[in-house]
């Protein structure tokens, strides 16, 4: 595995970088596409995606079969495998590293994610215990791991619990690529009134301090944060400097009927519960994705309408290209120099939009923006 930045913005922490990977070679920041093994639609048989992300949990629980993933799948891009440690921690199954080793092993993804115990914001208190269980597995994994590379995950809800994660992660290994969890529960509980006492402000606030120190830390690895819920979140994560995210909310907003259009949130064809009802025509006519294309508007309303059975295969193909081109989008912006009207334009309408200029618009003072810890 080979990574190297080829530019950095100047304006954000945001950067330009290649990796090369077992023969393939993927311009970053990139988002991988989250999957379910077994289940349709597959982006890929649509359109060009060269980054997929699986997770080991679902072998594990469902008892998959699957030799190499690359086969079962039908892709030639790049496959990275998470361990399962969230989902299997909330159906309280046992699982060993050695066991996800072997899974790897056999699968061959790209890349796969150490057994990581992620914390339950609802038992705070075994976060320690959770950490240094994590790390034991990363020694183990790291030690037997072969060819298989291995991305092993920091976790911490404190900015202290996050820097000496990082340190102890360094006392184990010079990772080439690091993993960020435990923020994605933060955002889901944002309203857990514990877990904001324990960071002692705004959560966004303390994503953004969080990813900061990590991408310090590690300013040559390949950083990856796991689970983003939308696509300002991907455009949020890559302005920080993260290389990497991925994201099954294609899948699922299209499952409650949301479509994804270029600088809005959900959006509904149909009238439901309140929910906002696409109103930007003019966004969804310039859509280019399989589905949209040589279509006229008002059929393309029907094929992606979340009042009509069978839509769901058309809106998630559709909300899965809307994010790989948002990907193609901040690489152009990040190009031509243009990330911080990119970012404004793109984030405007959302609740990071005030803290995430502060952090990151030019004017204010250096230190501010890469603060030391
Ligand atoms: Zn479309």
């Known amino acids: 595995m080979k990574f190297r930045v080829i530019k950095e913005d100047k304006t954000t922490n945001a950067r330009l970088g290649v990796l090369n990977l077992n023969g393939k070679k993927i311009k970053t920041p990139v988002l991988w596409l989250g999957c379910m093994i077994k ?12 980054t997929i992300m699986v997770n080991a949990y679902e072998i594990v629980e469902k008892k998959i079969m699957i030799n190499l993933i690359h086969e079962f799948l039908n892709t030639d891009g790049l496959v990275m495998m998470d361990s399962g ?5 909330k159906k309280n199954i046992h699982i060993t590293p050695a066991k996800v080793l072997e899974i790897y092993k056999q699968a061959e993804p790209d890349i796969g994610v150490v057994l990581d115990f992620p914390f339950n914001p609802s038992d705070l208190d075994s976060r320690i215990k959770r950490w240094k269980k994590t790390l034991k597995n990363t020694r183990f994994m790291l030690n037997n791991s072969h060819d298989i590379v291995l ?3 920091v976790h911490g809800y404190t900015l202290e619990e996050i820097k000496r994660a990082c340190d102890e992660l360094k006392d184990i290994t010079n990772p080439k690529v690091v993993g960020v969890g435990s923020l994605v529960p933060i ?3 944002m309203k857990t ?5 324990l960071n002692g402000m705004n959560t966004i606030k303390f994503m953004i301090d969080a990813i900061s120190i990590i991408r310090k830390e590690f300013p040559d690895a390949f950083l990856h944060v796991f689970g983003v819920g ?33 600088g809005v949130g959900d959006r509904f ?32 309303k029907n094929a992606l309408d979340n009042s009509k059975h069978s839509t769901f295969y058309n809106r998630a193909i559709h909300n899965a290209f809307i994010f790989k081109e948002e990907e193609k989008m901040f690489h ?26 502060d952090f990151i618009t030019p004017e204010q003072p250096s230190q501010h923006r890469h603060r030391t810890f």
């Open 39 to 50: 289940k349709k639609p597959r982006p890929w048989e649509y359109f060009d995606v060269n």
């Open 85 to 89: 440690g969230f989902q299997l921690m």
């Open 151 to 153: 991305m092993p995950v």
């Open 187 to 189: 955002v889901r509980y």
């Open 193 to 197: 009134s514990n877990i904001s006492e």
């Open 230 to 262: 939308s696509v300002a979140t991907m455009h949020l994560m890559f302005s920080l400097g993260v290389d990497s995210v991925d994201s099954m909310s294609w899948r699922m907003k299209a499952a409650y009927g949301a479509i994804q259009l270029p």
């Open 269 to 300: 064809i149909s009238p439901k519960n309140g929910r906002k009802q696409l109103k930007e025509d003019h966004l969804l006519e310039k859509c280019e994705c399989p589905i949209c294309i040589n279509k006229s508007l008002s059929e393309r």
């Open 332 to 357: 152009k912006a990040l190009i031509k120099n243009n990330i911080i009207k990119f970012i404004e334009k793109r984030l405007r309408r959302t609740k990071y939009y005030k803290l995430v200029m």
